[in-house]
């Protein structure tokens, strides 16, 4: 081999050891380039779903002989809207010490008339709940609520769809705090579901 054929296939070879290195480099930064994609879409997605919860709960008359009317606003505080949006929700008097009964609430729920809607960013609606317990309060029951030997809850469960396909859950429980005339949030089951990774 001549030395001319030497320095060609020494110049050829750190061209391909240069060529290589830029390559692994270019590599790892085309990785490290999608996972900053992934990570962006993420925030975007998080930042602009849809976020539907509830904001207040409202309570009416308290009295004896009368039906007590409650309604919770449901709003989106999203940055879209939100798809297919349903709602169940119950009232229910509990002895001081017990929890509501939460579980099954769509199924308990399923013979009130429900339809889906559409919130858009911002915008709310008013439900009013299901009540185990239909009917005028008696006397017995606001004299056990005003003296705090039972707890008036109301509770439930909003679903929908996202505008990026994925379906989410919001749970809520208010308690009636009747020296105030008002509900107040529980300190249980306030619960949103985990994003998807």
Same mark, same amino acid.
């Given at each position: 081999?001549?030395?001319?054929?030497?320095?060609?296939? !020494?110049?050829?070879?750190?061209?391909?050891?240069?060529?290589?290195?830029v !390559?692994?480099?270019?590599?790892?930064?085309?990785?490290?380039?999608q996972?900053? !994609?992934?990570?962006?879409?993420?925030?975007?997605?998080?930042?602009?779903?849809?976020?539907?919860?509830?904001?207040?709960?409202?309570?009416g008359?308290?009295? $004896?002989g009368?039906?007590?009317?409650?309604?919770?606003?449901?709003?989106?505080?999203?940055?879209?809207?939100?798809?297919?949006?349903?709602?169940?929700?119950?009232?229910?008097?509990?002895?001081?010490?017990?929890?509501?009964?939460?579980?099954?609430?769509?199924?308990?729920? $399923?013979?009130?008339?429900?339809g889906?809607?559409?919130?858009?960013p911002?915008?709310?609606?008013?439900?009013?709940?299901?009540?185990?317990?239909?009917?005028? !309060?008696?006397?017995?029951?606001?004299?056990?609520?005003?003296?705090?030997?039972?707890?008036?809850?109301?509770?439930?469960?909003?679903?929908?769809?996202?505008?990026?396909?994925?379906?989410?859950?919001?749970?809520?429980?208010?308690?009636?705090?009747?020296?105030?005339?008002?509900?107040?949030?529980?300190?249980?089951?306030?619960?949103?579901?985990k994003?998807?990774?």
């Open positions: 081999m001549t030395p001319y054929e030497r320095r060609n296939l !020494l110049i050829t070879s750190i061209g391909a050891m240069f060529a290589f290195a !390559l692994v480099v270019y590599y790892f930064q085309l990785g490290a380039m996972q900053a !994609l992934k990570d962006s879409q993420k925030a975007l997605q998080l930042e602009k779903r849809a976020w539907v919860g509830p904001t207040e709960a409202t309570a008359e308290f009295v $004896a009368k039906i007590f009317r409650t309604a919770v606003r449901i709003r989106n505080n999203g940055g879209s809207p939100a798809i297919d949006v349903e709602v169940a929700y119950m009232l229910q008097n509990v002895p001081k010490g017990g929890l509501p009964n939460f579980p099954n609430i769509w199924e308990r729920t $399923a013979h009130e008339p429900r889906k809607s559409v919130l858009q911002t915008d709310g609606i008013m439900v009013a709940p299901s009540t185990e317990n239909d009917g005028p !309060l008696n006397t017995d029951t606001v004299d056990a609520i005003l003296h705090g030997d039972y707890i008036s809850y109301i509770f439930g469960e909003v679903a929908y769809t996202d505008i990026f396909g994925d379906r989410h859950w919001t749970k809520w429980c208010y308690f009636y705090a009747p020296i105030r005339q008002t509900f107040s949030l529980c300190p249980f089951y306030n619960e949103v579901d994003q998807k990774e």
